[in-house]
């Protein structure tokens, strides 16, 4: 038996119908050519095949001392069939079909009686295509970390046939660890940091003095910042990386801030048509790596930042806003870039110590919203990637909406495209689908006003 952190703890014991706290992975293959009308049914039999497991993926909830979900214990015997399943769409296997179940399916609590994740094959799509929706609990996976771990599955090599799974993948030199979270890894940096006030106050100091950073509790209030239900709605749709980069380019920003640009405009456009702007501009929770694109190390310290940033929604100009966001973005990293690791870990933790507070009965009706949305940009494969010879068109991620926090953008690179997913609680966010939309409409601007 092996204790559960209290971080990680924390997701199981705030999981409730209203809030599955599991991250998913939505993936579009291409069969391959030469793939006959039994390929799913191969795939799924090979799959079955593959009963040897990672640790990880025996890991179930148990009772230490009389209470439960603070303790691991792995489970001996494995249904497989039970975690790994076949379906296929009902004529005519419409794409909307497809994000309709995989909402359906991102909507449901995983069985604590059984290691906490689930894989779905889904056939029957009218172009052809298959799809791989998959989920694993945030106590013991994160969304980088479970974006990695699904690349791990595949290769570079469209004639390679090695039936890889992630439940049981061979041990990589760099292969990360699938448990923890981003939200509770923070949090325990918050808790080493805590052993050092002078150095947390001297990096809120730094925060608030020197850069007049935005801070936890200026957001206004929103339509995304109240109590969520269970139920989620998914949206999800690529966008070629060619075009970001032009208007980077055009404008001396960055990827990540044309990006958040993008989001905001639609963000923006989205608000407006449900009359429901706020007067102040929303701000984001940014997650970024503050690791230089040289830095290879391993065990180098923690370079992981959680950013506030101001996205502008209430300037109307698209250039103006990117200008916003990317002064923003700029202010925070050269705080962060300034501080030492245990610094980082308390500005990073006081960033993110708020979101706690909603996981408290009656406390987002007290104050303002710590940030208002989660916006995730997660890196990605460049390269074309393939399974079982079965080309990757997509890859889109599914994130956790909160209490507080109704709908969560996550997008992540693949190729040469930007595979966004969005999740929203399906009673509080109407037509989320149509966000997919006013995020075109806003890239287009800005590429007219940019480019």
């Not at 449901?108 to 056939?123: N, Y």
């Not at 970390?145 to 090599?157: E, K, P, S, Y």
């Not at 507080?404 to 999740?423: C, E, H, P, R, Y």
Request: negative net charge.
């Amino acid at each position: 038996m092996e204790l559960i952190s209290p971080i990680d703890a924390v997701f199981l014991l705030a999981e409730s119908r209203e809030h599955p706290m599991h991250v998913g992975s939505l993936q579009l293959f291409e069969t391959p050519e030469d793939a006959g009308p039994d390929y799913a049914r191969v795939i799924h039999e090979k799959l079955l095949a593959d009963t040897e497991f990672h640790p990880t993926f025996r890991k179930q909830p148990a009772n230490w001392l009389g209470t439960p979900q603070l303790a691991w214990t792995q489970a001996e015997d494995i249904e497989l069939a039970y975690h790994l399943r076949r379906s296929a769409l009902p004529s005519p296997g419409r794409f909307d079909q497809l994000l309709e179940l995989a909402s359906e399916l991102h909507s449901a609590l995983l069985d604590r009686h059984r290691p906490l994740w689930e894989i779905h094959l889904v056939e029957g799509l009218s172009d052809g295509r298959f799809a791989i929706y998959s989920k694993m609990h945030h106590a013991l996976i994160d969304g980088v970390a479970a974006q990695r771990l699904l690349q791990r599955t595949l290769t570079d090599d469209p004639a390679a046939n090695e039936m890889r799974v992630p439940w049981n993948l061979p041990r990589a030199r760099r292969a990360p660890e699938p448990s923890g979270s981003l939200f509770g890894g923070i949090a325990r940096n918050l808790l080493s940091a805590a052993n050092s006030a002078p150095a947390a106050l001297r990096a809120a100091r730094a925060a608030l003095l020197q850069q007049q950073l935005t801070m936890p509790f200026d957001a206004p209030r929103s339509m995304f910042n109240v109590p969520i239900g269970g139920a989620r709605r998914c949206a999800v749709r690529s966008w070629p990386l060619e075009r970001v980069k032009q208007v980077k380019k055009a404008t001396g920003t960055t990827v990540n801030d044309v990006v958040l640009a993008m989001s905001a405009g639609a963000l923006r456009e989205y608000l407006i048509e449900q009359h429901a702007l706020p007067d102040k501009p929303l701000i984001a929770m940014v997650p970024i790596s503050l690791r230089a694109d040289d830095d290879t190390a391993e065990t180098s310290g923690v370079k992981v930042g959680a950013i506030l940033c101001n996205l502008g929604t209430d300037i109307a100009d698209p250039i103006e806003r990117l200008r916003v966001v990317s002064e923003s973005m700029r202010r925070s990293k050269e705080v962060y870039n300034s501080l030492s690791p245990i610094q980082t870990m308390a500005l990073s933790g006081l960033m993110l110590s708020p979101l706690a507070l909603t996981f408290l009965p009656g406390m987002l009706s007290l104050a303002n919203p710590p940030f208002n949305i989660v916006i995730s940009n997660v890196p990605g494969p460049k390269d074309p990637q393939y399974w079982n010879g079965a080309r990757l068109d997509a890859s889109y991620p599914m994130s956790i909406p909160f209490d507080g926090q109704a709908v969560n953008i996550t997008l992540t690179t693949n190729g040469d495209n930007l595979d966004f997913g969005l999740v929203g609680c399906r009673r509080s966010v109407p037509r989320l689908r149509s966000l997919l939309d006013h995020l075109e409409n806003s890239l287009s601007d800005l590429e007219q006003a940019a480019v």
